[in-house]
């Protein structure tokens, strides 16, 4: 995070109970990061593409690698 790179999560919480919890505190950091929880492992790629949407949203225009 000290070089600019956010952490973004997204726990299965069928998996872990509480997991949402520990992520928005242990995990994520960084500019406009955040949680996004996904009930059980049927409902994981629904909510994995809502992230990914999320993400390249907040991407400014022309950054990334290279």
Do not use: H, W
């Not at 919480?13 to 950091?29: H, I, S």
Request: aromatic letters at 6%; proline letters at 6%; a negative charge.
């Amino acid at each position: 995070m000290a070089a600019g790179i956010t952490i973004n999560g997204l726990p299965i919480l069928d998996v872990e109970a509480g997991l949402d919890e520990y992520y928005a505190a242990a995990v994520v950091g960084g500019l406009r990061a955040f949680v996004t929880v996904a009930c059980d492992a049927a409902s994981f790629p629904q909510i994995l593409l809502r992230k990914l949407v999320a993400e390249l949203a907040a991407t400014p225009t022309g950054a990334g690698p290279g």
